[in-house]
């Protein structure tokens, strides 16, 4: 992996942070209550569904300055979230997920066609969301002041800009980590499926020993630290065993962790490694349009989430559903991923 | 519900209308992304099947994960 492509993920890690840093402040500044809402859900829906629309059209039109778009987005909505009428709120949330959806698409399409092949500069820049949605929550609850969010927007203009020609290449490599005795359509499906039914999982995750603010911390510092590491793992010993990995070895974790915060954290760090090999997948059928396959993660990702905002189970329910759902991953992604090439470094 | 000061007003009906207009523009648009979607994938699968730009074969830099 040259170090092109290392500097673009690391670039749009710190892009990411910076965007869900933002995000998360203005989200959780007026409403501190996790998903609730109607504003979560317009939120998550502007943010997460019309990404692979926003991919495909910047693949097609690659001059327009996309990546200040976002942030200039990003910034204006900060007046009407900040002014004292609740339904401009919504309007401003709307531009917000918007400028949102556009930086991720960026960083999508970036890392990807900077890649190499290598998963891992794509799974770096996911990795960054999470770090930076931790950072940005704290910062709403607590009611910092808005004026700390001028940092983060003004450092994801220039890393992003920085970054511009990796997102306007002409051509993108290739991934090749499915067999090719099944049709393609059939690959993105799983891929939809899997990464749907892993959304829903994230969130019935027992965790009752998260009480303290660290935890929080350390908890969001876990997921991105195996998000990135998933990525690491599928370069290096494939995409069938990183997979394994993140679907069956997380299950006990996932479930004997909801007392311990030690046994947790390993499950939602296998658990986590998962996420690049789904992005993957797409890409590997998708090859001309990264913006498209990331797009398919992202829709899964919301479709997952969804059901979250109408029902919860209780821990017996959710211990049934973390093991059948893992048990499903692992067999979806068992057959529809290729066996490992070795590769060097 | 807190909408008891706008039933009073009468304004209650007109609320839940505004709400399930909303709730219905909502569906319509997320069908529509669908839509549109699923439009460019497919459109991606058969430029995929037919090989419909020889210049990006040359440059890639096929690699397995």
């Known amino acids: ?345 | 519900m807190e909408n008891y000061m706008l039933l009073d007003m009468g304004l209650g009906g007109l609320v839940m209308v505004a709400g399930g207009l909303a709730v219905i523009a909502f569906l319509l648009t997320g069908i529509c992304l669908l839509a549109k979607s699923i439009g460019v994938i497919r459109r991606e699968l058969k430029n995929e099947e037919a090989g419909a730009d020889p210049g990006n074969d040359s440059d890639h830099d096929g690699k397995s994960v």
Request: charged share 10%; with cysteine; proline share 4%.
């Open chain 1, 1 to 345: 992996m040259g170090n092109r492509s290392e500097l673009t993920g690391i670039k749009y890690f710190f892009v990411h942070a910076c965007v869900e840093c933002v995000c998360f402040y203005l989200l959780r500044v007026h409403y501190p209550l996790m998903l609730s809402g109607a504003i979560a859900l317009i939120y998550d829906f502007f943010a997460f569904l019309p990404q692979g629309l926003i991919g495909d059209f910047i693949i097609r039109h690659k001059k327009l300055p996309y990546e200040t778009i976002g942030n200039l987005l990003m910034l204006i909505s900060i007046l009407p979230i900040a002014s004292s009428v609740k339904l401009l709120h919504i309007f401003g949330y709307v531009l917000l997920a918007v400028g949102n959806a556009i930086l991720h698409e960026c960083g999508a399409i970036a890392t990807v066609a900077d890649s190499e092949g290598h998963i891992f500069p794509p799974a770096l820049f996911v990795a960054g969301g999470s770090f930076g949605l931790v950072i940005g929550q704290t910062l709403g609850v607590c009611q910092a002041s808005p004026l700390i969010l001028i940092l983060p927007l003004i450092l994801s203009e220039l890393l992003s800009v920085s970054a511009k020609a990796s997102l306007r290449k002409e051509s993108y490599p290739h991934f090749e980590c499915i067999p090719k005795n099944i049709s393609p359509a059939w690959i993105l499906l799983i891929a939809f499926i899997v990464t749907t039914v892993r959304s829903f999982i994230g969130y019935a995750i027992p965790i009752s020993w998260n009480k303290e603010l660290w935890q929080s911390f350390f908890l969001f510092f876990i997921m991105g630290t195996g998000k990135a590491l998933g990525g690491f793992m599928a370069d290096r010993i494939g995409a069938r065993k990183t997979a394994a990995i993140g679907t069956l070895a997380a299950v006990p974790f996932l479930l004997f962790g909801d007392r311990v915060m030690v046994v947790s954290c390993i499950g939602v760090f296998f658990f986590s490694m998962t996420m690049s090999i789904t992005f993957a997948m797409c890409l590997s059928v998708l090859k001309r349009n990264p913006g498209m396959a990331f797009g398919i993660t992202t829709a899964a990702l919301f479709l997952g989430l969804l059901p979250v905002f109408f029902v919860r189970f209780g821990f017996e329910v959710n211990a049934v559903l973390i093991v059948v759902f893992s048990l499903v991953s692992y067999v979806l992604l068992r057959i529809s991923l290729a066996e490992a090439k070795l590769r060097d470094g």
